[in-house]
């Protein structure tokens, strides 16, 4: 174990300052209350976003070493917005100057899979009311052919412009009727009764999204909404199970936002992928990347398709396990596992195990299974490296060459060379 690791461990008063700084960082994650209240385009409402940018899932990137689903997506969102006519164009026009590629956790954005948002795409915004932070993300595609999962066919922009041009005003016209009777539609206690339902809220939303369209339509009624686009829209939202998503990302993202940097925490507060890199942030460190090859998930697969054509991790969704749910709450889930592979037992296992890295027990989100214990909160890069438990989640797997998306879903841990990583920066920021 590295000298510098056992001076942390050991000294009492610098043990005495993390504790408490610890302490202080989860209870601001914990206490975080954020509000969905308002949807727009990307250039509209995400601030610093401009023309000719692209916002990524994950660490930072470039063209260069991208992996085919990000640069599946990179290639559609170009299209879609008219920079390019047609795949060709799109991989020239990336290769240049002219787009500027940053990840979406440098906007206080997140996305899942490739997570890419163009100026033009819409995307909710969410308010935290405790500490008044916005955060963004994109809306949710379904399953199938996607542009989150590296596809860019007819069918894929086509839906994205309808989701542009139909959904987004739609949701808009709601949530304007949201906000005449209440703030807007708070997403901790979806997430809380959606657990309570059996969701983890990472792979699984069936409760969450039901819960959120139940809430959502007398407002959609009452907002005047054409008949054909409340049908089209209501269909869509409902026929998709992973509509919620986004927002319990976005959700997760206020959380740990507000337990970021706070000094001498070891708290992580960002774990993402880019498909080439993991990454992730640390509370006390400030928002510096600590980075490591990403690892291939090992899952089910669609007919097909083998491990051999997987994609290695894409994604920020794992801010839901950052946050305290997701696959560290997979025993209030059972029926994960029947997406991801594995067991009942594996799935209760896993959550069991995550108690071991992590600060405390959620005291909003409750798992039934285990006597009404709150979720895994609170990723300790000490005792990660202390233990040799790595964070696990469960992930959906996109194929490893642009314009083929999903193959499966799975199962991954985050290297453990990052968590080292961090460690050791930690010990030389505060002169251990």
Not at 105 to 118: T, Y
Not at 148 to 161: F, K, P
Request: a neutral charge; glycine letters at 8%.
């Amino acid at each position: 174990m590295d000298e510098r690791f056992m001076n942390l461990a050991s000294s009492s008063s610098i043990k005495e300052l993390i504790e408490k700084a610890n302490h202080t960082a989860v209870d601001l994650m914990m206490e975080a209350d954020p509000y969905w209240v308002d949807i727009g385009l990307a250039r509209e409402m995400i601030p610093g976003m401009k023309d000719g940018m692209l916002l990524h899932a994950g660490p930072p990137i470039q063209w260069e070493r991208m992996s085919g689903p990000l640069r599946g997506a990179i290639i559609g969102a170009s299209i879609y917005e008219g920079w390019a006519a047609n795949p060709t164009e799109a991989e020239k026009l990336a290769t240049s100057d002219q787009i500027t590629f940053a990840p979406n956790h440098h906007h206080d954005a997140v996305g899942p899979m490739a997570g890419i948002i163009s100026p033009n795409m819409p995307v909710f915004v969410i308010h935290d009311r405790k500490y008044g932070n916005n955060v963004y993300s994109n809306l949710n595609e379904g399953l199938g052919k996607v542009l989150r999962y590296g596809a860019y066919s007819d069918e894929v922009l086509q839906r994205l412009r309808w989701m542009r041009d139909v959904l987004a005003p739609t949701l808009k016209l709601t949530i304007q009727s949201v906000k005449t009777q209440k703030v807007g539609i708070a997403l901790k206690p979806i997430i809380s009764q959606a657990l309570a339902m059996g969701d983890e809220c990472h792979n699984r939303h069936t409760a969450a999204t039901s819960l959120l369209l139940r809430d959502l339509t007398p407002y959609m009624i009452e907002a005047g909404i054409e008949k054909k686009d409340f049908i089209s829209c209501f269909n869509f939202i409902n026929q998709n199970d992973f509509t919620f998503l986004n927002l319990a990302m976005a959700n997760g993202k206020a959380m740990c936002l507000a337990g970021q940097d706070v000094k001498y925490s070891t708290i992580v507060t960002v774990l993402a992928r880019n498909g080439t890199d993991a990454g992730m942030w640390v509370s006390g460190l400030g928002k510096k990347w600590f980075t490591a090859p990403a690892n291939v998930p090992k899952g089910v697969w669609f007919p097909g398709f083998s491990e051999e054509d997987a994609n290695p991790d894409i994604g920020d969704s794992a801010i839901t396990e950052t946050a305290g749910y997701g696959g560290f709450a997979m025993a209030a889930a059972p029926a994960i596992v029947s997406w991801v592979s594995g067991s009942t037992a594996f799935a209760v296992q896993n959550t069991k195990k995550m108690y071991e890295i992590t600060e405390t027990k959620h005291r909003y989100f409750l798992i039934p299974l285990l006597d009404s214990q709150g979720t895994p909160t609170g990723i300790d890069i000490r005792k990660v490296v202390r233990f040799g438990i790595l964070p696990t989640i469960n992930t959906g797997i996109a194929h490893k060459l642009p314009g083929i998306g999903q193959i499966g879903a799975g199962i991954v841990a985050f290297p453990m060379e990052q968590f080292k990583k961090a460690l050791k920066s930690y010990a030389e920021l505060y002169a251990l």
